[in-house]
Nanobody, 127 residues
Framework: VQLQASGGGLVQPGRSQRLSCTASTLILDYYTVFWFRQAPGKEREGIACISAGDSSTHFVDSVKGRFTLSRDKTEHKIYLQMNSLEPEDSAVYYC?????????????????????WGKGTQVTVSS
């Protein structure tokens, strides 16, 4: 398994949740990794990205300032820390990558062109 997302669950509005994406060494070292999410009835969109080239992180406006990304090569994980969660953040979250992509493109990213996907993890924000 090259990518595997985990850490979803039910969380109250305003609280935090951390998602993990377990990735192969190749992906962690050389590929830019995205977090996508898809809410019921909506398109899947890439909301966060960490560049392989310079480790810069990028977010869509709706999560900027609330979500952060980090990469831990010793644990083979990329973490999406989600703070101040809102009901609108409820979705299935996926990590994905496109081979040989060194830097993040403008967000939101399209799922078209991503060639490695992890299984999604459901996040439900509700009181």
């Amino acid at each position: 398994v090259q990518l595997q997302a985990s850490g979803g669950g039910l969380v109250q509005p305003g609280r935090s949740q951390r998602l993990s994406c377990t990735a192969s060494t190749l992906i962690l070292d050389y590929y830019t990794v995205f977090w996508f999410r898809q809410a019921p009835g909506k398109e899947r969109e890439g909301i966060a990205c960490i560049s392989a080239g310079d480790s810069s992180t990028h977010f869509v406006d709706s999560v900027k300032g609330r979500f952060t990304l980090s990469r831990d090569k010793t644990e083979h994980k990329i973490y999406l820390q989600m703070n101040s969660l809102e009901p609108e953040d409820s979705a299935v979250y996926y990590c994905a990558t496109r081979r040989y992509l060194n830097l993040c493109p403008p967000l939101p990213a399209s799922p078209v062109g991503m060639d490695i996907w992890g299984k999604g993890t459901q996040v439900t924000v509700s009181s």
